[in-house]
Every structure is written in C-alpha cells, then in structure tokens.
C-alpha cells in the first residue's frame, strides 16, 4: 500500500522560510506528476504546486509564484516545497499528492490526486 507523509510545517513569522518535505513508500515519485495542496480553515483546498515526472516542468497558483520552489531529489525519493517570504495568509495545512495516471501537472491531476499524505501545519504569524 502506498503512503505518503508530510513533514517540515512549523509556526513561522511572516517573511520567513520554511522547506516542507514529502516522502513515499511503494511508489517513486519520478515516474508520475506529485504536487502540494494547501487547505485553510473554511477555505477550500487549492493547488499549490506540480511538479511533472521528469522534474523539467513545474506549475504554481499565482498566490505563490515567485516565492515557492517545489523540487525533487530522486536519490532520496523526496518532493520538496521551498516557501520563502512567507505571509500570513500561507497559514493553511499542506498536503503532498502523487498520482500514478498522470505524468504531466493538469487540472485533471488536480481534480484526482490518487494519493495523499496526513498533512503538515504550516501557521505565518504576523
């Protein structure tokens, strides 16, 4: 059975950094699309980032462009989330997510997400 665990989420002030790891069993995140998803209380859950299987190409919501880097070490079988410049409405619990019917990040992707992690508290104070 596949799983996939979050971690690195802390409380942080705004402004400041926060790299969030994922990890998964039975499954190599370099053969499929994985991504992070935020969710905040009473908010919907969004797309945050994909990664594409090769590593070459990545998507970002506009809310985060220019701040986040999602990355990849295939050695290490470990997704990455670099969060720089953090501001208070980053507050959210985030998932990481692999599909294993997608190769490339797409709204279907999106919209499926076969695995998820328990998640990771990430809280901005400001």
């Known amino acids: 059975q596949v799983q996939v665990t979050e971690s690195g989420g802390d409380l942080v002030q705004a402004g400041g950094s926060l790299r969030l790891s994922c990890t998964a069993s039975?499954?190599?995140?370099?053969?499929?699309?994985s991504g992070w998803f935020r969710q905040a209380p009473g908010k919907e859950r969004e797309v945050v980032s994909c990664?594409?299987?090769?590593?070459?190409?990545?998507t970002y919501a506009d809310s985060v462009k220019g701040r986040f880097t999602i990355s990849r070490d295939d050695a290490k079988n470990t997704l990455y989330l670099q969060m720089n410049s953090l501001k208070p409405e980053d507050t959210a619990m985030y998932y990481c997510?692999?599909?294993?019917?997608?190769?490339?990040?797409?709204?279907?992707?999106?919209?499926?997400?076969?695995?998820w992690g328990q998640g990771t508290q990430v809280t901005v104070s400001s």
């Open positions: 997510a692999v599909d294993t019917a997608y190769t490339a990040c797409s709204h279907s992707w999106s919209v499926r997400a076969e695995f």
């Open positions: 990664i594409d299987w090769s590593g070459g190409t990545s």
């Open positions: 039975r499954l190599t995140f370099g053969n499929y699309a």
